[in-house]
């Protein structure tokens, strides 16, 4: 059994005007200064600055099963949100930022942002967008990387699923995930490429690093890459998730492609198929048609069923399948984050979307 782990970002609003609050080290120092949480294993701090001074990341322990996943993303949401409300600031998990101001986003003041922040000019004034971050523990790099191909063809069910931010500047965008969009405008982003194996990546990652498109190996925005920090593979194709039970559901599959692996078939799908198909993922989630494994486009909810189906003897092993199957029927039938937030805001505005935001937060998984 792979272990995993999940990591989260979160938007700090002005509850009164919904504009991010920049007030991320604040919370942070509040978390350090609390207890490690009972019952999870998590030390404080559990909520840590991120790029924008208004976004706080947290992640979970190293996990084995769903359980641990839940128990582990649901006391970090509990302590940040209860942090939060203390210091009068409101917590979006959302994909994207529903509203922002008009001047440019503030940069945490870490040398290393600073430094991104200036290489990506206005491209990091916007950048109010937040993410669900998994990690599959592999038992080396090649096969990390035979994993990495593999999971390309699946990259736009997994984006179709994750789809939450479909509000920006105040408006509905028309698509699922605004998030994708805008990650668009980054130097390096999208489906990565197929690599012939851990030299080749690292060859070509090396020629990246050596231009300057980017800062570091972490500004490497693909889709799905080999962490530089840990012995997994990181699926970064999801926007942050509603409920923690999204972002469990969405570690399950992702942890069943990765197991899959060698029952996986060999295939080399166009690149611009696969690129074409995380657009539409973007803009209609489960509700549009999506390219799928062999490049033909079909509809999305079809393409899920297909992941469930050839991911099944690993979910079966790992005793996920009845979580997944539970999990694939919610989304199927309540919608993703992104339809929730708009029927949210269709019952009650924006004083329905912040309740929405406020409930799911902390909501079991």
């Known amino acids: 059994m792979a272990t995993f782990g999940i990591e989260e970002e979160f938007l700090l609003v002005d509850p009164a005007t919904g504009l991010p609050a920049p007030r991320a080290e604040e919370i942070s120092r509040a978390l350090a200064a609390q207890p490690a949480l009972p019952a999870t294993d998590l030390p404080s701090p559990v909520g840590q600055s991120e790029f924008l001074a208004c976004q706080l990341e947290t992640s979970t322990i190293i996990c084995e099963t769903l359980d641990d996943a839940v128990v582990s993303l649901l006391g970090a949401r509990t302590a940040i949100a209860a942090a939060a409300a203390s210091a009068g600031i409101g917590v979006v998990p959302s994909g994207a930022a529903p509203r922002i101001a008009d001047t440019p986003a503030e940069v945490t003041g870490t040398e290393r942002y600073r430094a991104m922040g200036e290489l990506t000019g206005a491209v990091a004034g916007e950048h109010y967008v937040n993410g669900t971050h998994i990690h599959v523990a592999v038992p ?17 069910t997994l984006a179709a699923l994750a789809g939450n931010s479909p509000f920006w500047r105040g408006m509905d965008t028309s ?20 690599f012939a194996d851990a030299a080749d990546y690292d060859r070509r990652l090396a020629r990246l690093l050596g231009s300057d498109a980017v800062l570091d190996s972490g500004h490497i925005g693909w889709a799905a890459r080999l962490s530089q920090r840990y012995p997994t593979v990181e699926v970064r194709v999801g926007d942050a998730q509603l ?11 992702v942890r069943g492609l990765v197991l899959s692996t060698a029952a996986a078939p060999d295939s080399h799908p ?81 004083d329905g979307l912040t309740r929405l935001y406020g409930s799911a937060l902390t909501t079991g998984a």
């Open 140 to 156: 080396s790099r090649d096969s990390g990387i035979t994993a990495l191909n593999k999971l390309r063809p699946w990259l736009s």
């Open 270 to 350: 166009d690149p611009e198929l696969l690129d074409a198909g995380l657009w539409q993922a973007a803009r209609y989630g489960l509700g549009g048609r999506l390219m799928g494994v062999l490049g033909d486009s079909s509809a999305a909810a079809e393409q899920v069923d297909a992941l469930v189906d050839h991911i099944r003897p690993a979910l079966d092993e790992n005793g996920d399948l009845a979580y997944v199957l539970a999990g694939v029927q919610r989304m199927l039938t309540e919608g993703t984050g992104a339809v929730r937030q708009r029927a949210a805001y269709a019952a009650g505005g924006w």
């Open 243 to 253: 409920q923690a039970a999204d972002s469990v559901l969405l570690a399950a599959l």
């Open 175 to 194: 698509f699922s995930s605004w998030r994708l969009i805008h990650y668009r405008r980054w130097s390096v982003q999208g489906c990565p490429p197929e």
